[in-house]
């Protein structure tokens, strides 16, 4: 590095890194707290997609008996932002700049939702952090229902930063 160029400072939480070196990245989720009693099953399907299901039990449902909104949020919130960390490594920092959730109907039964960012789209990030330091990208996952019917809709908002600058 340049006596011009500097390394901002962004890692991920040592609680979480413990987790992922003791269990692995999917079993860290798994372990974690909220999604363990949320029954909240991440699942990674290969190396650009992680799929995460929540059956309908009682430490999820709300006050009629459908999903708790904050659960089917919870289920969708760290994905897209843990892939992007995954991917561009530590040379990069990926924050959540904001979110909406849109409740289309009631979740019943088990409910699920799938994250992918292909590697034609982390090459494209990559070549415009080369052009500027930080960039935003939006995101979008629909919950599915157990017959495919779109129970809610998820926006991310990433902020996407390049750490070395000269």
């Excluded at 994905?79 to 960390?85: E, K, N, Q, R, S």
Aim: charged fraction near 20%.
């Amino acid at each position: 590095m340049s006596s011009r160029s500097r390394r901002l400072q962004f890692d991920v939480f040592p609680l979480w890194q413990f987790l992922q070196d003791t269990f692995g990245f999917e079993q860290s989720f798994a372990v974690f707290g909220p999604y363990r009693g949320a029954s909240i099953e991440p699942h990674v399907l290969d190396e650009h997609t992680i799929e995460v299901r929540m059956p309908l039990v009682l430490s999820n449902t709300n006050y009629v008996g459908a999903h708790f909104g904050g659960s089917l949020y919870s289920m969708c919130d760290p994905w897209f932002m843990a892939l992007l960390i995954k991917h561009l490594g530590p040379d990069y920092m990926v924050w959540d700049k904001g979110a909406k959730i849109d409740f289309v109907q009631p979740g019943q039964g088990t409910v699920k939702a799938v994250f992918h960012i292909p590697a034609v789209e982390l090459d494209e990030i990559r070549e415009q952090l080369q052009k500027s330091k930080k960039l935003i990208r939006h995101y979008t996952v629909t919950v599915q229902g157990e017959s495919g019917e779109t129970v809610a809709t998820v926006d991310k908002e990433l902020y996407i930063r390049r750490l070395v600058t000269t």
